[in-house]
């Protein structure tokens, strides 16, 4: 893949998401390897694994919010359920075009990679000041 890993400046705050945060940059990289590899059967483990992994940390994280009080709840949530739809494609995609599911695991890493440097500075403030995080 491109080279994408996790950086501190990605952290939300809170440990167990920023861990999930990893695995799915993580599971995306091995999507994208194991797809150029022709390993398709490896590569489809690896997109069940993160719809998994995504679906339970959506279901976590938004039960983490509204007991938080977090004032865009719903946006945050309605973004991950969409995204939901996208790794479901990713998945599908693998076993019939390989290269196509190579290149669709690269792009969302880097939008996910984006996405926690840029739009989740609300998000990490919130936790910050409200006293929910457990991390610098």
Do not use: C
């Amino acid at each position: 893949m491109s080279g994408l890993r996790w950086l501190d400046s990605m952290s939300v705050g809170i440990t167990s998401f920023d861990n999930d945060h990893k695995l799915v940059i993580a599971l995306l990289g091995e999507i994208a390897t194991a797809a150029n590899a022709g390993a398709i059967e490896r590569a489809v483990e690896h997109a069940v694994e993160l719809m998994l992994v995504a679906a339970e940390h959506t279901d976590r994280e938004e039960r983490f919010l509204r007991a938080a009080g977090y004032p865009a709840t719903d946006t945050v949530i309605a973004a991950q359920r969409a995204n939901l739809a996208v790794i479901a494609n990713l998945a599908e995609t693998v076993g019939r075009t390989p290269a196509e599911a190579s290149r669709l695991a690269q792009e969302m890493a880097e939008a996910f990679v984006n996405y926690l440097l840029r739009a989740d500075i609300n998000y990490k403030s919130f936790v910050e000041m409200a006293g929910f995080a457990d991390r610098d």
